[in-house]
């Protein structure tokens, strides 16, 4: 009798397995970068008219790397200021950011993009081949499957910001 009552329960097990809506994959990848821009964050010297109020974050593109920042790390600081992460739809009307991400779809937006950020003194993230030499400061790179970056020296002097040395020292190539 329980032989029996088990072979018609597992049918039903399955059925409503089925029925169940899986849980979304992990989004590795954005949950990678947004280690990455914390810790960026904390590696970097803005100069001391940045070092009040809240430190913001924007996100141009990428609407899995901008969930992830606010999971993880909306409620944390840099320095004594509290983080704030907004997602920007485009670089019309850019706000005071301490940092700002862009994605490989906007990418051609940075010669707009960094006449609005260098005089602000933000941090660009990019992840494009051509990130630095287009005005990126920070640069996500794959290399042999890896998720990497390089730090543009000159871009971050020109933007009034100093690079860390232990920054530095982990990217996988620092572009003069």
Known sequence: MKRLIILLLVP???LSAADTPQLDEKNTNAIIKSSYVYNF????????????????IGVLGDPGLYKQ??????????GNQPIEIIQLLG????????????????????PAISNKTQKAH???IAEHPDGIKNGATLNFVVIDNQLKFEVGETNASDYGL????????LAYKVVK
């Open 162 to 169: 100093t690079i860390g040395i232990t920054l530095k020292s």
């Open 69 to 78: 920042l606010i999971s993880k790390y909306s409620n944390k600081l840099i």
């Open 122 to 124: 933000t941090l660009v």
């Open 41 to 56: 964050c904390k590696l970097i010297s803005w100069p001391q008219s940045k070092n009040n109020g809240n430190f913001i």
């Open 91 to 110: 670089t019309e009307q850019m706000p005071n950011l301490h940092v700002l991400f862009v994605s490989r779809s906007r990418v051609t937006n940075m």
């Open 12 to 14: 039903l097990f399955f």
